[in-house]
């Protein structure tokens, strides 16, 4: 069985935000995608849904991949605990920003590291609490024709134009919103035997 230190890194995701977001942490890794089902449970609230399908992700990608270190995450939009998710096409992301405006919305993002081999798992929740602007129809029409977010749950790239949403933002680990929080995810890599700061060659 290889030392932790060795162990590969597999990010249970195929979204390029993830990615790009875990690439900032200098780790080689692969991408697999987890083949989960995201049906919320009947009354299933928007912070256990996606604390369920971060575990979900990673342990699906994690049996493929036993020696590996394997993230899963998710994130789903809380509003007034009702989820909201990916949007998928511009009529839901109109209605979901219409629904939104003028309103706090939490955005709870979930990650979870597994691995199998060394009996290793744990996750963690960041709640992101996020005021949108009292947006005009038109404010949400141009939004979504200008970047076409229906990929983002919540119908809003913080990262991009979507910042011009928004009122606030309150969090304490800055990059759960864009979809991976780095700060947790780094703690449990961590704790699973990584080392993320190497002695430079």
């Known amino acids: 069985m290889p030392d932790a230190l060795y162990r590969k890194l597999v ?7 993830r990615k ?20 919320p449970r009947p009354g299933e609230l928007p912070a256990a849904l996606a604390i369920r399908l971060a575990l ?11 020696d590996c270190i394997v993230i899963g995450s998710d994130q789903v939009a809380d509003f007034q605990g009702i989820p909201l998710g990916k949007p998928g096409n511009h009529d839901r992301a109109v209605a979901q920003l219409q629904q939104m405006r003028g309103h ?18 744990q996750q963690a929740l960041a709640a992101v609490k996020v ?10 029409d141009n939004y ?6 229906y990929d983002c749950a919540g119908s809003a790239k913080s990262e991009g134009l979507g910042i011009s949403l928004l009122d606030s933002i309150d969090s304490d680990d800055p990059t759960a919103l864009v979809g991976l929080p ?19 060659q």
């Open 182 to 200: 780095l700060i947790r995810t780094a703690r449990m890599l961590r704790a699973a035997g990584l080392q993320l700061l190497p002695t430079p």
């Open 104 to 121: 706090t919305v939490t955005f709870q993002t979930a990650v979870a590291v597994v691995c199998i081999a060394s009996g290793f798992e």
């Open 56 to 66: 979900a992700k990673a342990l699906a990608v994690a049996q493929q991949h036993p």
């Open 20 to 39: 790009e977001l875990l690439t900032r942490l200098r780790i080689p890794f692969s991408i697999v995608a987890p083949e989960v089902d995201e049906t």
């Open 131 to 140: 005021l949108f602007r009292d947006l005009s129809d038109a404010d949400i």
């Open 144 to 149: 979504l024709r200008t970047e076409t977010p």
């Open 11 to 17: 990010l249970g995701s195929t979204s390029p935000y």
